[in-house]
């Protein structure tokens, strides 16, 4: 995948300087990193969709967070069911999720 659709970056709570497992981490995002690419593969958009981890956005206290490029859209406070419907909306049907959005 060279160029996709959507690049996803899924905060894992690390630090530069200091805790290496911060709010998100701590948040369970593991569980919603695997509910990300478990809606990912469903939806039969691995070839569009990339997502990678990063460490802290800044904004921990709406952890867990991902931003979707190229639009720049944050989301935060995510749950199984945010993920669900951000792939559904964003991902798959290219509009942003207003609601879920930080
Ligand atoms: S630890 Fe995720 S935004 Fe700070």
């Known amino acids: 995948m060279v160029n996709p659709k959507y690049h996803v970056f899924v905060c ?19 569980s919603i990193i ?17 997502v ?9 206290g709406k952890g867990p967070a991902r931003a979707v490029y190229p639009e720049g859209v944050w989301y935060g406070n995510l749950t199984p069911d945010a993920i669900e419907t951000i792939a559904e909306g964003h991902l798959e049907n290219g509009t942003p999720v207003e609601a879920l959005r930080i």
């Not at 695997?34 to 990339?50: F, Q, Y």
């Not at 990678?52 to 921990?60: D, E, H, L, P, W």
């Open 12 to 30: 894992t709570g690390a630090k530069l300087r200091g805790d290496a497992k911060g709010i998100c981490h701590t948040r369970g995002v593991e």
């Open 34 to 50: 695997g509910k990300l690419v478990g809606e990912i593969d469903d939806r039969e958009l691995s070839g569009e969709v990339l």
């Open 52 to 60: 990678s981890t990063a460490g802290c956005f800044g904004v921990c």
